[in-house]
């Protein structure tokens, strides 16, 4: 099965700050990769699909890149509204395994 | 408005049974591909379980494959999971998940609902 690792798997970041999260299929996935936030307490919630399209109703800030291998999820200028931590999700066949997660707060 | 609500979770002893339960509503629920998502305390998201719409093929993750069977019944708008033969290592929070895109794989463009989840507790 294809594995899915995370970095960094903790950041710290200053309110304005462009954030990176970086995640890595041990296998090509093509673009079938989905990036979720889960805040504290809360259910998940899916900001990105098809590695780079943005969910509906997620801002602007968010976006995503990558295929194959190598996928970045990057928030341009983290909010405090942001602390959450952040999985990515591979489907392209089953098992849909995500990622160990990257936890975000703020400096 | 899409809603998709678990049910069923609970305390159990080690080698025992339950059966979650997870009803939708405000969407064609025999269009999209449905999932179980658990989270154990503390830990991260590990995707469980997939079926597509017509109920045609299940998927599983190696870790309860054989021991939890997933089924849905769209005549009640329903999705179940039945967990046999209990761990300790079972014990999460357990979340149904709706596919982002119909009429294909439950992981067609990820996870665009999440029920609230439901407690199993797996414990003597």
């Known amino acids: 099965d294809i594995q899915m690792t995370q970095s960094p798997s903790s950041l710290s970041a200053s309110v304005g700050d462009r954030v990176t999260i970086t995640c890595r299929a041990s296998?090509?996935?093509?673009?079938?990769l989905a990036w979720y936030q889960q805040k504290p307490g809360k259910v998940p919630k899916l900001l990105i699909y098809?590695?780079?399209t943005l969910q509906s109703g997620v801002p602007s800030r968010f976006s995503g890149s990558g295929s194959g291998t190598d996928f970045t999820l990057t928030i341009s200028s983290l909010q405090p509204e942001d602390v959450a931590t952040y999985y990515c999700q591979k489907y392209n066949t089953a098992p849909f395994t995500f990622g160990p997660g990257t936890k975000v707060d703020i400096k | 408005e899409v809603q998709l609500l678990e049910s069923g979770g609970g305390l159990v002893q080690p080698g025992g049974s339950l059966r979650l339960s997870c009803a939708a509503s405000g969407f064609t629920f025999s269009t999209y591909g449905m999932n179980w998502v658990r989270q154990a305390p503390g830990k991260g998201l590990e995707w469980v379980s997939g079926i597509i719409g017509n109920g045609g093929s299940t998927f599983y993750a190696d870790s309860v494959k054989g021991h939890f069977i997933i089924s849905r019944d769209n005549s009640k708008n329903t999705l179940y999971l039945q967990m046999n033969s209990l761990r300790a290592e079972d014990t999460a929070e357990y979340y149904c998940?709706?596919?982002?895109?119909?009429?294909?794989?439950?992981?067609?463009?990820?996870?665009?609902?999440w029920g609230q989840g439901t407690t199993v507790t797996v414990s003597s």
């Open positions: 998940g709706k596919a982002t895109g119909p009429y294909s794989s439950p992981g067609k463009d990820g996870m665009d609902v």
């Open positions: 098809t590695a780079s």
């Open positions: 296998q090509g996935i093509s673009n079938y």
